[in-house]
């Protein structure tokens, strides 16, 4: 059996690093590098690899928008992401995203190499103690959406715009409505996404994706 890799990291070190360490196993192939996420996208097309070592942060497109464009493709690859986010935020957006596996660099060399090969086989592998910090993710995000579904489309114009950094009284004349009935729909968005102020109400905004952090 030969496992053909694809590294990707903007690292030379550390795609050095790696090739060392994944063909001291001779199952393990290391058939391409790559430095960016457009020349990944270009290798993976190249090299058809079993699986991609796919690091988060590259420029030219960063891993998730790279993992997103090769699910997009239906890839047949295998994708690990291989990073050193430990933050719920990445995890699950490479989960939901549809990567095999999440593994971070700080890893001895077994755990990269039982994630290898467990993705290869079709299994899911996520590093076991992100386990509890990714189901404790999923469990909030359930919880916002919830409560999310509880606004109304009004409700949620508004709760966009606080996020943008709007007062009651811009968002009356953005919305061509009263400011009285503005404050009306904050106080109703407060109670409904269980938050006391603004700052809050923006930061729940933001993570749910309703506004763009520019």
Known sequence: MSINILIADDHSMVREGLKQLLELDSNLKVVAETSNGIETLEKVEEYEPDVILLDINMPNK???????????KKCK??????????????????VEAGCNGYVLKDSNSEVLKDAVYAVYS????????????????????NDDRSKLKLLTKR????????????????IAAKL?????TVKNHVSNIFKKIDVSDRTQAAVFAIKNNLVDIV
């Open 122 to 141: 079709g299994e899911k592998y996520i590093q076991s103690d992100l386990i509890s910090v990714l189901n404790e993710g999923l469990s909030s995000i």
């Open 176 to 180: 061509e409505i009263s400011e009285r």
């Open 155 to 170: 409700e949620e114009e508004v709760l966009k715009l606080i996020a943008e950094g709007l007062f009651n009284k811009e």
């Open 62 to 72: 960063n891993g998730l928008e790279v993992l997103n464009e090769l699910k997009r």
């Open 77 to 94: 690859s295998k994708i690990l992401m291989l990073t050193i986010h430990n933050e719920v935020e990445y995890l699950i957006k490479s």
